[in-house]
């Protein structure tokens, strides 16, 4: 069975902070890991990534993927308050149009 | 907005009630998704269409039934549910699965209350 783990489930910084959010998976034919945010409503999309070493930046938040050591990382600098939300990490396999494995998420809070 | 609309927003329903949950995307998408979002859980599948083709069925239960008529709409029809099916439906687009661009676009979600 696919899995995803995500880590911390939940964190708490001030303005200004940098973070790391976690996510490891286990997933049979991987395809693509996909980073979402979900404020009060859905989920908004981040970053996909497919290849290992290679980073993805939005400006303050960035992503990559090692497929080695089956993890994801998502960093945010220079936090801030509108950066608080549950952020989503969802493993795609290769196979089966569209099953999707999501992790429990992290819950971020910034603090002003 | 992200192209992707749900109606109703909200909805109570009692356990005998039949209703139906609407989605349609304006993004030219083929593929369509129903999420379904329980509080403390993590988002889990339960129905994909690629070409209004159904291609999953994560073992949903038959009270919940999918439509899709055509690439740019997506109803959950929903009959005798029970309250544990309480819950935040999110429906989603995609462009097709085999063009690897797996980016989903999320609707506002239904919140579902089942009295």
């Known amino acids: 069975e696919d899995k995803v783990v995500q880590s911390p489930l939940s964190l708490v910084v001030h303005e200004g902070d940098t973070v790391t959010l976690n996510c490891s998976y286990e997933v049979t034919n991987f395809r693509s890991l996909l980073w979402y945010k979900q404020e009060k409503k859905a989920p908004t999309f981040l970053f996909m990534l497919?290849?290992?070493?290679i980073e993805k930046k939005s400006g303050r938040l960035s992503s990559i993927l090692d497929k080695k050591e089956l993890f994801s990382i998502l960093n945010i600098t220079a936090t801030q308050t509108g950066d608080s939300a549950i952020y989503l990490c969802a493993v795609f396999p290769r196979t089966g149009a569209g099953k999707s494995t999501f992790g429990d998420g992290t819950t971020l809070t910034v603090k002003p | 907005e992200t192209g992707v609309t749900q109606t109703p927003r909200h909805l109570v329903m009692g356990m005998t009630n039949k209703k139906s949950l609407k989605c349609e995307q304006h993004?030219?998408?083929?593929?369509m998704y129903w999420y379904k979002q329980s509080a403390k859980k993590p988002l889990e599948l339960m129905f994909v269409y690629n070409f209004k083709e159904q291609t999953e069925n994560n073992s949903v239960p038959s009270r919940f039934s999918p439509e899709c008529p055509n690439s740019s709409h997506l109803f959950l029809h929903l009959h005798t549910l029970q309250p544990e099916d309480s819950a935040l439906y999110l429906c989603?687009?995609?462009?097709?699965?085999?063009?690897?661009?797996?980016?989903?676009?999320f609707g506002p979600g239904t919140r579902l209350t089942v009295t």
């Open positions: 989603a687009s995609s462009q097709p699965w085999d063009r690897g661009q797996v980016e989903q676009y």
């Open positions: 497919t290849s290992s070493g």
């Open positions: 993004l030219g998408h083929n593929a």
